[in-house]
């Protein structure tokens, strides 16, 4: 350190007798390295003596299970300021090991042991790394001697009350934990709340224990008072929907039991809706008369008119572009228009809807749509006009039926054969789904039963009956898996020749929806040419798991299957897997998957893009 300072010295005493430009460039490095050396050389010292000697302790307990050992680790969290700048504080290490047993023997008291103890010790492991090693002896655990655990009032007569108490997490014999006890007793009040008996309160909770006898005893009991119902409903604010309308949002009707499961379910309603910024529910049990409580609604309504562009892929249609519009509040009244184009690459698509809302339920409404569709594959080409009217009601919780009549008129070529389909089809549907995201969904399913017909003669050129099914079901698989599998079904019933039915009534496989690494609707049953002209039926299958490695991305492997086919004989399944990219966006997935065909000789991989999560 010394030297180097001399030679720094040297070069600067010299520096003002030399020519700078004289100056080799070899010299000149050289003088500017050592003077840099000589600056941060002190501090280099010192930062390396300063982590060779970081100090550092580590806490370990053992005797213990995982959810105890979960509490008492909380309990005995190290202090933050016990190694400060790399030292370890010796002072305060001591107070704290000398309040260690103290403080786990409170921490595993709510789990039923009132006598544990013990044995501290602090090991050197090195020089500069300390463990503070706790074992612990739980002794023995208190036992529940009695449990006098009653409902009393008007509730005690509710089965689902009932079913709650003969439940409760302790019996006489158990260990008396507290956390059980403490679960159970929210449980059983929580229940009883739900039914609508709001002035539940417990008269007497207390839990006696006798350490020395190592048991206790638990007296509780709750006292339920009567049973309230739903009275009538104010609204305030949106004054451009009229009351009528607003009403299909809630969930209850005036005189049904007064339950939170309603009024969450109602809060639900309005925001699922997409016309309000902000909805507050207030029930005034305050001015309740003969158990009805009235409810205050206040709502604050977002412009009905809307207007949205996207931009997105798919192997359907090839590159997209969307254009959206829609009213919510046609004429003031709850009507929705809305319009719907697509351009893409592949396939291109215009439509108009009318939504006629009824009274009845927020599901219940009559639509009247109409719109055309061009659509160019490996296998066919088509263009379709189509119009069509639909009755949409409630069948429970995001459960919908629907009936329909819809008229289709298709041109379309397969492979040179051109014809013109005339058809009036008539169908329903049953649709559910239940997504804790619906834009990226991690948990949930949906299912799509459907079946459809028309009779040649009755403004059809064909006659027949398909049945068509179709599920998506999401599972975590703890905290960083997750399971999608997803299932495509459907079967025809025809009286005319295959060949007059139109391709939108003909089942393919391949592409992003069905089997990955092939094209989209390029594989089928084929003409004595070898050309893929599609199936009377069809049955496909997938099955993908995901890997969280960050919130907003993950990888996938996947495997799908699938067949279109004229009959039982000749199914011929193809299959493809392959690997996948996942990047969660608030418009949904962008999902990059790279797949293999299975049933081909060649080495081919298929990129497949798509952006946002189609069902």
Not at 106 to 119: C, D, N, Q, R, V
Not at 137 to 149: T, Y
Not at 446 to 458: D, F, N, P
Request: glycine share 8%.
């Amino acid at each position: 350190m010394e030297k180097a300072s001399q030679i720094s010295i040297f070069i600067l005493k010299n520096h003002s007798k030399t020519n700078f430009f004289s100056i080799s460039p070899f010299s000149l490095v050289l003088r500017c390295s050592l003077r840099i050396l000589y600056l941060v050389m002190p501090f280099l010292v010192a930062s390396s003596i300063s982590i060779s000697h970081a100090e550092t302790l580590d806490l370990r307990i053992t005797g213990l299970n995982e959810a105890m050992l979960q509490n008492a680790e909380a309990t005995l969290d190290l202090p933050p300021g016990l190694v400060r700048d790399g030292v370890l504080n010796r002072r305060w290490l001591d107070h704290y090991r000398k309040q260690i047993p103290k403080r786990l023997a409170s921490a595993l008291e709510p789990f039923g042991f009132y006598h544990a103890t013990a044995k501290v010790e602090l090991r050197q492991n090195s020089p500069d790394h300390y463990l503070l090693l706790v074992e612990v002896d739980q002794g023995p655990p208190v036992i529940l001697r009695a449990a006098d655990i009653t409902v009393d009032g008007p509730a005690a007569t509710e089965t689902e009350v009932m079913e709650k108490l003969s439940r409760f997490p302790l019996k006489v014999g158990d260990v008396l934990r507290q956390d059980y006890y403490d679960t159970g007793k929210r449980e059983l009040r929580d229940t009883t709340l739900g039914l609508g008996y709001l002035t539940a309160e417990y008269s007497s909770h207390q839990i006696l224990i006798y350490p020395e006898d190592n048991i206790g005893d638990i007296d509780l009991e709750l006292v339920s008072g009567p049973q309230f119902h739903f009275g009538q409903t104010l609204f305030s604010g949106a004054d451009d929907y009229p009351t009528s309308f607003l009403r299909r949002f809630l969930a209850y009707r005036p005189g049904q039991t007064f339950t939170e499961a309603k009024q969450r379910q109602t809060r639900a309603n309005f925001q699922k809706s997409g016309r309000f910024q902000n909805y507050q529910l207030i029930p005034r049990t305050d001015i309740a008369e003969d158990g009805h409580v009235p409810v205050e609604i206040h709502l604050e309504s977002l412009p009905p008119k809307r207007f949205r562009t996207g931009i997105g892929y798919g192997d359907n249609s090839g590159p997209r572009l969307t254009v959206n519009f829609e009213h919510l509040n046609v004429f003031s009244r709850g009507h929705e228009f809305r319009s719907d184009m697509t351009l893409g690459q592949k396939s291109q698509s215009a439509q108009v809807k009318y939504i006629f809302p009824q009274e009845r339920h927020i599901d219940d409404a009559f639509a009247l749509s109409a719109g055309l569709q061009h659509e160019k594959t490996a296998s066919y080409e088509s263009e379709s006009l189509f119009s069509e009217g639909e009755q949409l009601f409630s069948l429970g919780e995001n459960r919908v039926g629907s009936v329909y009549l819809r008229f289709q008129q298709e041109r379309h070529d397969i492979y040179h054969d051109e014809e013109v389909s005339h058809l009036l089809l008539a169908g329903a549907r049953l649709v559910e789904r239940s997504f804790q995201d619906p834009v990226n969904p991690r948990r949930g399913y949906h299912y799509r039963l459907e079946m459809r017909g028309c009779a040649e003669g009755l403004l059809s050129d064909i006659s027949l009956l398909q049945m068509l099914a179709s599920s998506h079901v999401f599972r975590p698989l703890g905290k960083k898996f997750f399971l999608l599998f997803r299932f495509d079904g459907g079967y025809t019933i025809k009286e005319s020749p295959f060949d007059e039915l139109p391709p939108s009534l003909r089942f393919f496989v391949g592409g992003d929806n069905s089997v990955r690494g092939y094209a989209h609707k390029s594989e089928g049953p084929r003409d004595a040419d070898g050309n893929v002209i599609g199936g009377e039926g069809l049955l496909a299958a997938s099955l993908e798991l995901e890997r969280e490695i960050h919130k907003h991305w993950g990888v996938a492997a996947f495997y799908d299957i699938g067949s279109a086919f004229n009959s039982a004989r000749d199914m011929d399944f193809i299959s493809g897997a392959g690997v996948g990219l996942r990047i969660y966006t608030p418009i949904g997935p962008i999902k990059i998957d790279l797949a293999h065909p299975l049933e081909k000789d060649s080495r081919s991989l298929r990129l497949h893009l798509g952006i946002g999560f189609e069902l």
